[in-house]
């Protein structure tokens, strides 16, 4: 079975806004946020349904087994609604097609109770047992890594939940400042939402004067030094990414990558007849900021433009092949952007 037939965590939600409760949840995948927050929707809808506390319970796979799980979940309420079982670490199960306790049960549930498992990381085979026949019945779930336009669409959608709204290009701009993690998107956004008050719209202006306030540095700031070739400030700022921001050094690479590639574009992109908003899209990068990539592009030339970009190679190459200290890679890296 195909890895990519497997249901998004994205639509337990939406299931369970139309009514459909699931006696088993089996929730795999990478993104802890995605299971997370399915499981914070899963709550909200069955908690209401139980009537005593001890129908509520948490197991760990670490110190249990999957047979307690399953005797648990058959065993009656103490009260006359629904039980709740959320297993965590569920990954720490040795799951098998010969045990048949597990899947007996996933063929013939409680109507009264409600598992809910967390598998951190993936499932190899997804066509091996038990994981077929949980498929089958509908059980299984991936929460994938969001990337790109998933991502971006999310987080619109996330702040619309809040109420406020968000543009496509604010919303991609605010995930080249804060990066692809969820759980620190949500925390910025918190922020956010703080600083703009009774403002229905995350503006371009809230996204860099919050930035200011908190006197953080975002990517753009390093590209700013970098175009104005200010050598200092430019290892200053990135010193300060690497140490205080999630980016770690692989994300500054590769958004300085993304940089010097969108400059490369510059030249066709101003002989075209493409609105502003379009060719900064397609330069990746916020209007705002696309004045600036011109006259960067300008000031670097195609020759140091191409030689930036064989030695952000270089630095990926030796990030992931050796043993050199980060902040050296990135002092070296600099330097040899900056090189005439």
Known sequence: MAKSKVPSVLEIKTELKSKIIKPVYFIFGEDSFGANEALKEIKKVVEPLIDSDFDKETYYASNCSLADVINAARTFPFGGGKKLIIVKNAD?????????TFLNYIKSTSDLTVIVFLYEGN??????????????????????????????????????EKNKKISYENASLLLEIVGENRTLLETQLEKIFEYIGESDEITFKAIEELATKLKTYTIFNLFNSIDKRNRAESLKIAYNLLEKSDMGIIGIIAMLNKHFTALLR???????????????????????????????????GIR?????????YEADVQVKSSSTDEKTILTILIAKILSE
């Open 266 to 300: 510059i030249n066709d992109l101003e002989k075209s007849d493409l609105s502003l908003q379009e060719k900064a899209k397609i330069a990746g990068t916020h209007h705002f900021y696309y004045k600036g990539l011109v006259d960067a592009a300008r000031e670097f």
């Open 123 to 160: 499932i190899s085979r997804i066509d091996s047992e038990p994981f077929k026949t949980l498929l089958k019945q509908n059980y299984l779930y991936e929460s994938a890594e969001l990337k790109g336009e998933s991502l971006n669409k999310w987080l619109i959608q996330f702040v619309a």
């Open 304 to 312: 140091r433009i191409s030689n930036a970009l064989e030695a952000i």
């Open 92 to 100: 720490e199960f040795k799951f098998s097609a010969k045990d048949e």
